[in-house]
């Protein structure tokens, strides 16, 4: 099935993916003004960015339960949210304000990304097949194109409260068209097993680890490339830009590879791609080697997150969907946070080269998960 079919089936919470793509790609073109304004630290500014988890800790409870409250209008509802929180970024000017609004931020994009995975999962068995990938493709189209359109404002000197404030417009002007109903659920058979804890740990920390390696990317790219590399705001926004384009890519083409390939065969050799990325961004002496390193990291991961969230839904009975997705999407979710915070210490103390090697260990991880759901045969 070409892309193009597959988001014509998915096209309403495809705008989810938008909005939370370009919310995220300008946020991480920001992260050197945002922290410099702040006065944060390497270290500091990774702790304040786990202000996002204690959102994300809310909305793995809230989810499910906002989602049948609202019915069709949830996403909704939480794209408006989303354009609400992400304009305290662009105002706050101490740490702790900025570890508040992230708080905000989190809510907000959790419930969005929870909702529309969701939705996605179920339109994958309503139609019997894959669309995940096409979805989270468009994410990484919104996420560049905010970074470049980011990175062109900062060289304007046009404050970050713009930036989220036009944005917040391109939102609003499309939101409402992001009305869907969940499916209807029956309820659990008699004598169904209880929650599926072990499917989702192992599905959801597949997706955390890939969701780390794109937010170690997306957090430290554009330092990296303007502090360690001496590059100038436009050409520190080609680090996430880079990313968000290969990502595109990668989760294009994995649409189609989905039908030809294991789902396990596309997680080992997306491994193996992005540990060579990491090698490059790490070594790197100029730009072009740091930018042909974070091009590989993001074709490697691009499809290895959503392969994570479309087997929880494949591999967990349909009562149970929307609950298991949500717990293995605010896993990944933490990845989000988690890196950029693991980074900012990594980096205080060895500096953001050994911050990125790191990465690569973490990549590793991903062979046993594989190897384990091989072992259970989804």
């Known amino acids: 099935m070409s892309v193009r079919t597959a988001l014509a089936l998915s096209r309403t919470p495809a705008l989810g993916f938008v909005v939370v793509g370009l919310y995220w790609g300008g946020l991480a073109t920001l992260v050197p003004e945002l922290k410099a304004r702040i006065g944060a630290s390497d270290a500091q500014f990774g702790l304040l960015l ?23 209008w949830s996403m909704v509802v939480a794209a408006v949210a989303l354009a609400a929180a992400f304009l305290a970024p662009g105002l706050v000017v101490t740490p702790l304000g900025f570890f508040v609004a992230m708080i905000f931020c989190g809510m907000a994009s959790g419930m969005l990304d929870v909702i529309m995975n969701a939705r996605v999962s179920e339109l994958e068995t309503a139609h019997a097949r894959p669309l995940m990938n096409a979805n989270h493709g468009v994410f ?13 404002a900062r060289e304007a000197a046009l404050p970050p409260v713009a930036v989220f404030l036009v944005i917040g417009g391109l939102v609003l002007s499309f939101a409402w068209r992001m009305r869907m109903a969940p499916a209807p659920v029956d309820e659990a058979p008699e004598g169904a ?15 955390l680890v890939a969701f780390m390696t794109e937010a170690s990317v997306e957090a430290w790219s554009a330092l990296h490339i303007e502090r360690t590399l001496g590059g100038r705001a436009a050409e520190g926004a080609l680090g996430p830009a880079m990313l968000g384009i290969t990502m595109a890519v990668g989760r294009f083409g994995g649409q189609a590879v989905s ?10 050799a997306g491994c193996a791609l992005a540990v060579m990325g990491v090698s490059f961004v790490a070594l790197a002496q100029v730009t072009w080697v740091a930018y042909a390193g974070f091009g ?7 499809a290895i997150g959503p392969i994570g969230l479309a087997l929880v839904g494949r591999m967990v009975p349909p009562h149970v969907r929307t609950k298991a997705i949500s717990r293995a999407a605010v896993m990944g979710f933490f990845g989000f ?31 046993p998960l594989a190897l384990e759901i091989r072992r259970r045969g989804p």
């Open 337 to 367: 946070f988690l890196a950029p915070a693991a980074m900012g210490v990594i980096s205080e103390g060895f500096g953001l080269r050994v911050a990125f090697a790191a990465i690569g260990v973490l990549l590793l991880a991903l062979i």
């Open 296 to 302: 590989m990291m993001g074709l490697g991961v691009s």
């Open 259 to 268: 039908e030809r390939m294991s789902d396990l065969a596309v997680i080992f």
């Open 140 to 152: 990484s189209v919104a996420y560049a194109c905010a970074a470049l359109g980011t990175g062109l």
């Open 193 to 207: 097993d209880g929650f599926p804890y072990g499917v989702v740990l192992l599905c959801g920390a597949i997706v």
């Open 50 to 72: 786990l202000g996002t988890s204690i959102g994300l800790l809310t909305t793995m409870v809230l989810a499910p339960a906002l989602d049948r409250a609202m019915g069709q």
